[in-house]
Structure formats: C-alpha cells, structure tokens
C-alpha cells in the first residue's frame, strides 16, 4: 500500500493542527501515512515555498497530498485551497458559525498580543513546573500547602510524569506523595496528608503492569517481585477506599487521560488553558 | 458584556478539542468566555446528561450555548445538532473528505485497540521524561549518549520546561547543558559536548526579561544584577554564534514555541505522535 503524504501546515506552533490531525488520522488505523509538520508559515512567500514542497510529495507519491491547515490569513488559505491538494481547513470550518455568534469578526492580531500581555501565564506555567520537580517524591513535605493537588500512588504508578504534565499545561500546582511500606501496612495517611485530604487523588495500576515497569526500570529483585506489587497495589486501593480518596486507574491510561479524568473527578480548575 | 457559556465536549480526554477551541477563541479577544470541558462523554446516557447541563447554561445566560464537540458516534453528535445550540463538530467538518480520500470508513474501535496496543509508546514518553529529569542541568553528562538533542543556555533561559515538553509531548530524549562562567569568558564549547556538535540548540533571553526571572527566583543580588545578566546573555550569543549553533529567543515564547522552533530548525523527529 502506498504512503499518504500528510502536511500539518500552520502560521504559528502547528500544535492545534497536529492534535487535530493525529486524532483523526488516528481513525484510519490501516492508512500509512507520512506526516510533515510546518510551523511560522505566515506570510505569502513562506506559504507559495511551502505549496512548492507540496507539489514535490505530489510527484513522487501516487496519492494526493492531504493539508490539515491552521491558517489565519485568508490570502495564504486561498493559495492552498487552488490547488489539487485535499485541503482541511481549521479555520474556514469553524470561524464562520463563531463569527456569526460573536457578532465580531475574528482577530488575529490579538493573538499575538495575547502572547505578549500574557507572561503571567508563562509564569505560572514555569512556577508550576519548579513546584512539581521541586515537590516531587515527597521531599519537600511543605510544599503541599500550596498544591493544588497532591497525588498518591506506590512507587511507578506514574505520579510524576502527570504532575509535570498538569504543570506544563494547565500551570497546576501538583506535589506527589510516594506511599510508603509503613502507610500501606496501615491502611492509613500519614499526618502531612490529614490536612489536606481534599486535595488528594489515588493512583492505582494493575500489578502485572507494575511488574513489568519495574523490571524494566530495576530488573528483577524484591522491588518487582509479584508478591511485592501484589501487596502494594491491594494495599494502595484499600487505603484509598478507606480513606474516601478519589481515584484512578493508570494501566494503559495516557497521562492526558489521568489527567482530564482527575479534573473530572475532583473539581480542580485549570488555571491557564493555552 | 454578557459571558458566553462554552462546552468543550468529548468522547475522550478533550484534549483535542480544547487544543483547537482555545486557538479559536483567542481570536475574539473581546468576547468574554465560560469554559466547561466534559471529557469521557462515551454513552448516549451520558450525552443526555450532558444536553440537560447545557440547558441550564441556557437558561442562565442570555446567549446561546457554543458547544465544541469531538465524538466519533453519529448517534450521539446527531443529539446535540437536534438541540438549539450553537454546535462545532470536529468530526463532522472533517471525516468525509478524510474516508472519501482514504476510501474507507473511519474505524472508531481501533483509537482504544491503538492506545492498548502502544504501551510502547507510553513507555517511550515516560523514558524520555526521566531521562530529561535525570539529565537536568548536567549533572549526568554520560547521557549526552543518548540524547537526541541537547538545549544549552545560561541559567532561566527555558531548558528545563522545553526539556520536559519535548519528552511527555513528543518522547524526545532532550538534555541540557547550562553555560558556566567559564564556558562564556572563553566563549567555546566544554570538551564533553564537542562530540555532540550536532545534536546542540541554544538558548537566548533578552538580558531585562532574565533578570526579572531571576530576581522573581531569588531576589536581587549579583545572579540578577543588570551587569551580569547583559554579560551572560551577550556572552551565550557569542558562543553559539561562534560556534555555529543554531539558537532561538524564548523571550516572549511559549514553550511550544520554542519546541516547534527546534523542530524546524535542527530537522529533530517527533519520536511519538499521539
């Protein structure tokens, strides 16, 4: 089967029109497809260089070129849309029926003083992602007064790699707790924790999953031992059910879907949404 | 001015849909916004219970309801057009030229077999998220090895976040080296990187934005003086100029930013796409 030459052109990240695109491409798992990214295409002539790129996939590749497109300007979306490509377009879908509701017609202008009013958010983007590495494993007990969450788990649950993701992007404070041998003998929390239950959220994992992150991490030894993840994982859900702390499950969960099921599940607000 | 209520609406984590909502919106700057994200909407049930919400969002504000959606389900999208909403389909807009092109159907089962199936893939980004944590700051420079790129700046300049955005988002084993003293006042490259010529990307800071960084971390004194923050960052330019690596300003950037910079300008692959 032949590969599709697919382009993710954009006039600024490509992050939108990546995401979007691989969710959809996502849907056509039998479709072999070679993606090209290309971000800053914003101005004309970066846009013709871009549709001369395309022209060349055209030629070496019996399939037309697909062209997922987040592009503000209408000139450049128009050099696009002449030519024999499949062209998607983000914006031309979506701004019409916005525009229409707003009563205003789009900006794009603003978007880069958006950018350059906003530091604050990228403040509390890095302040988030100093306080999640800083408050990371429990070292630092007294940083839990400013989370905004703190997660639980045994060791290799994946608590840090969410806490830095809820970090990154929403600019959540999120410190994590590793439970320890002691905690989960005594199906109880530790007393740093008592006083901030309403910001605790489980992580459990099925322990054959565990194992083998483990292993992979460790190799073999008590560490990964089924008998020893065995109990951890038992021992972690009891607690969390004794205790009435919220939870999730992250065996082949992604860390987007830990995350958007604890915004879900325990009311925390995003504090940036870039 | 009246809030606009707005649902992002999915049958997944939202994380597309909020990506490609939030671009829109920030192109009205003056429309002021109340976002509601409900991921996991996987069930006709749950549909309802969602419509009933959006309803409530009506009758509490005087304009009509603009509700993102990204769910794969016809029966279920078919449900919210039926509603007076204003109604943005994600799928709708773009799932017939994609299956008219690929001649075939879009297979919604096989978005949860891939996910259950690429373990590897979780596997990747989370490796590459401790290999950025491990490697941070220099402190393993055996890892350099490894490394697919490595960021090099003087201090508060970005690495560490870009690091961490590279490795969760893309699973790219991302070092970084921060520039000392010494490095600057000779203006070349330590021994250990020479080997790594071409895996390097500098980063630069306009001096004033750094030393309100600094002073934000750690108050006034000499590592934010005027006189050593112009020193450093003239120094770092320099250096990569004379040595001729490629480099980008994160003043005023946003982490994507910069990461889709080094995308484009070093020719680094994306390890994952999810």
Do not use: W
């Amino acid at each position: 089967m032949s590969t599709r030459p697919v382009f993710y052109i954009s006039d600024h990240t490509g992050i939108t029109v990546e995401t979007l695109g691989n969710s959809l491409l996502k849907l056509y798992p039998s479709v072999k497809t070679n993606i090209i990214t290309l971000p800053f295409i914003d101005s004309y002539e970066k846009a013709v260089d871009v549709t001369e790129i395309i022209n060349d996939a055209c030629l070496q590749s019996s399939l037309k070129p697909i062209v997922f497109m987040s592009i503000i300007s209408p000139q450049i979306r128009e050099l696009f849309h002449e030519k024999d490509f499949i062209v998607l377009d983000l914006f031309k879908a979506f701004l019409s029926p916005l525009t229409e509701a707003f009563e205003v017609p789009p900006s794009p202008e603003a978007v880069r003083a958006n950018i350059e009013a906003n530091s604050d958010e990228y403040e509390t983007r890095m302040d988030a992602t100093n306080f999640a590495l800083n408050a990371d494993d429990g070292v630092t007990v007294k940083n839990y007064d400013n989370a905004d969450i703190i997660l639980l788990g045994v060791s290799r649950t994946g608590k840090t790699p969410t806490c830095l993701f809820l970090a990154l992007r929403y600019g959540i404070y999120a410190a994590n707790y590793p439970l320890t041998e002691e905690d989960l003998e005594e199906s109880s929390l530790p007393k740093s924790l008592l006083k901030h239950r309403d910001k605790l959220y489980g992580l459990c994992i099925n322990p054959d999953r565990l194992r083998s992150i483990r292993i992979a991490r460790r190799g073999e030894g008590k560490y990964a031992s089924q008998q020893q993840v065995n109990f951890e994982c038992r021992s972690a859900l009891t607690l969390f059910q004794r205790n009435h702390i919220p939870y999730g499950d992250t065996t082949l969960s992604s860390i987007e879907e830990v995350a958007s099921r604890i915004f879900s599940e325990t009311g925390l607000k995003r504090r940036i949404n870039f």
